[in-house]
Every structure is written in C-alpha cells, then in structure tokens.
C-alpha cells in the first residue's frame, strides 16, 4: 500500500496541470480579495481597532478551508483517471488487495491535502511577517496544524463519496470546477455568513468545510478580537463572531469549538462509511 500511496502522490505533484487547478479555487479567492472583496468587506464593517489584521486573519482562515477541500479534489483525480483508461482493472488483476487499493488513494489524498495546506500556512506567516502582522505563536500553530489535519480528513471523506460516482475525467473536471466555484459561498467564505438570506445560513452552518474555516478563525483570530472588541459591548461582539462566522447558532445558542471538532469527526465517519458501501456495491 505504501509503494501506491507514493505511486498516486508522484504523479499527483508531476502533474502541474492538476496542481494549478487544484489550487484554482484558492488563486480565484485570493484574487477577489484584492480586487473588491477586501474592501467590500472592509466597508461593510465600523471602524475598530486591529481591523485590518481582524480581516487578514478572516481571509486566511477561508483560503485554509478552501485549500483542505481542493487539493484532495485534485488528488482524488487520480483515482478517476485510473477508472477511465481502464488502468484500474490491471491494479485489481494483480496481487495487492482491492482494500490496500482504496487505501493507497486514500492516504495518499490525506498526505496531499496535508502537505498542500501546511505549505499554504507557511505562506501565510510569510505574507504576515512581510506585513508587519504578528506571527501565531508556538503553541497555536500546534494547534492550527491539527486543525489542519481534521479539516483535510473530514474533506477528504467527502470528496472521496464525490467521486466514487464518476468514471469520467471529462465529467469529473466539470464536477471540480462546480465544486471549487461554489465552495466559497457555501462555506461562507466569499461573503460573511450574516449578510446571506436564513435559508443559506442554515446550509452553511450544516457544510462541514464550514467548520474547518470556523475553527481555522477561533485560532488566527483570537488576539485580533481580544484587541478589536476589548471595550465593546459583549453584544456587539458576539454579533460580529457570528456575521463572520466565527461562531455558529442554533436556536439562538452559539456552537462551542468543540462542537464543531465533534461534528467533523461525525461527518468524516459517515461520509467514509457510505464512500465505501458505494465502491463496495460497485464491485459485485
């Protein structure tokens, strides 16, 4: 299993097509933000103090969130390619095991998307240091990477049950570029969760990616709202947590950060048990 986990992760990174356009969802947001959404977002939002690194922290937390879901989508393509030239049935005729198969796409998408998405955080503080932003100390880069890992595991069990319906490459790009379109709405990371109508709140809240970008927010964000809201009305902060989903409600209750690291291991559980009745069934 090991030697195809490192089969699909050579091709994986040889393939600079399939790196590009799995980090095109993240090129596309970025480039929104400096273009309009930056300063719409900005403008949106009263004056306070630490706004600026407040936003900065935001943005970065979304790219995070988009990076955990594209880059294991882009992973996963090698699957579906092996299912479209037939490559797969030469894999399941020869000695290694159909579950050391599925295993082998499965770590290695998990190594992929954990790779990609630390590379981008060392961006990141690189982008803060040459900013004059404050950097996240020790112990909560800890804490982010293992926010990083559960992020890239819960996408992975999703993306894995997305494409256990496509044989096609031509059908399975067409589904990443949907996909990577209309992540950043439903995760709420294109536009603050408080300024959309409630019945997409309510789909946001449910998508877990928007979890892993609520989580990735608690921990960038923490000091810059300490700063931002220290002799603000508790009201007045806690609407702005929820507008910029930071923190999500349900019945009025805010959903505490380990309720939101429990829904994402409960997710990442059901997603990868009904990838794999699917990719069961499909055998017989």
């Known amino acids: 299993m090991i030697a195809f986990t490192k089969r699909n992760i050579l091709l994986y990174f040889r393939d600079k097509t399939a790196v590009f356009f799995s980090l095109l969802a993240v090129i596309i947001l970025i480039v929104l933000y400096v273009l309009f959404l930056g300063d719409l977002t900005s403008k949106g939002l009263p004056d306070f103090p630490a706004k600026k690194q407040l936003l900065t922290s935001w943005f970065i937390s979304g790219i995070l969130a988009v990076a955990s879901m594209t880059t294991t989508l882009g992973s996963f393509g090698i699957l579906v390619e092996d299912r479209a030239n037939n490559r797969i049935m030469d894999f399941y005729s020869s ?5 050391k198969l599925v295993g082998g796409y499965i770590s290695s998408a998990l190594f992929i998307g954990l790779f990609m998405c630390t590379f981008t955080f060392v961006v990141a503080e690189i982008f803060l240091l040459l900013s004059g932003e404050p950097l996240l100390t020790f112990d909560k880069s800890i804490l982010l990477v293992g926010v990083i890992l559960l992020a890239v595991v819960s996408s992975a069990s999703m993306v894995l049950l997305v494409v256990s319906f496509f044989k096609s490459s031509n059908a399975f790009a067409a589904a990443s570029t949907i996909i990577g379109t209309l992540l950043g709405f439903l995760a709420g990371i294109y536009i603050p969760i408080g300024t959309l109508p409630d019945y ?18 608690q921990i960038l964000m923490e000091n810059s709202i ?6 603000a009305p508790m009201t007045l902060r806690e609407t702005f947590l929820f507008d910029m989903g930071v923190t999500y409600k ?7 950060k380990l309720f939101s690291v429990f829904y994402l291991i409960g997710t990442t559980i059901l997603f990868f048990i009904l990838s794999l009745l699917i990719i069961n069934r499909k055998r017989k």
Not at 201 to 217: D, E, G, M, N, Y
Request: a positive charge; glycine letters at 2%; hydrophobic letters at 45%.
């Open 95 to 99: 000695p290694i095991s159909r579950t």
């Open 250 to 256: 349900i019945y009025g209750e805010p959903w505490t």
């Open 200 to 217: 997409l709140q309510t789909i946001v809240k449910f998508f877990p990616v928007s979890h892993s970008a609520a989580l990735f927010r």
């Open 226 to 231: 300490v700063d931002a809201f220290s002799n």
